[in-house]
Nanobody
Framework: QVQLVESGGGSVQAGGSLRLSCAAS????????VGWFRQTPGKEREGLAL????????YYPDSVKGRFTISQDNARNRFYLQMNNVEPEDAAMYYC?????????????????????WGQGTQVTVSS
């Protein structure tokens, strides 16, 4: 089992920055990948970024490249999503999720939001 708890959400002004945090626990061996997702009412969950915990390689879908950065702190079992130049369209519930799949499946499942373990989410609102 992998438990995930997000934090760091809140209100941010358009153009500003925000860093979301995900605390992971409950495992002896880390999951192979951790991803960040977001969802707004009436829309499907969208994959934003993933990091492979063994090695630290990252992947971003073309739709979000440039403004979001995923990182990890192995010593603290924490994963972060740095959001820069925030736009009103970034307002959403943000989730971190983890999976034990091989690299290719982690990447594919980021796009379909099919990771195995999920946190409860943290809300981000954007003021203009």
């Amino acid at each position: 089992q992998v438990q995930l708890v997000e934090s760091g959400g809140g209100s941010v002004q358009a153009g500003g920055s925000l860093r979301l945090s995900c605390a992971a626990s409950g495992y002896t061996y880390p999951p192979n990948c951790v991803g960040w997702f977001r969802q707004t009412p009436g829309k499907e969950r969208e994959g934003l970024a993933l990091i492979f915990t063994y090695g630290g390689n990252t992947y971003y879908p073309d739709s979000v490249k440039g403004r979001f950065t995923i990182s990890q702190d192995n010593a603290r079992n924490r994963f972060y999503l740095q959001m820069n130049n925030v736009e009103p369209e970034d307002a959403a519930m943000y989730y971190c999720a983890a999976d034990r799949s091989p690299e290719r499946l982690c990447q594919a499942r980021l796009l379909t939001a099919e990771y195995l373990y999920w946190g409860q989410g943290t809300q981000v609102t954007v003021s203009s």
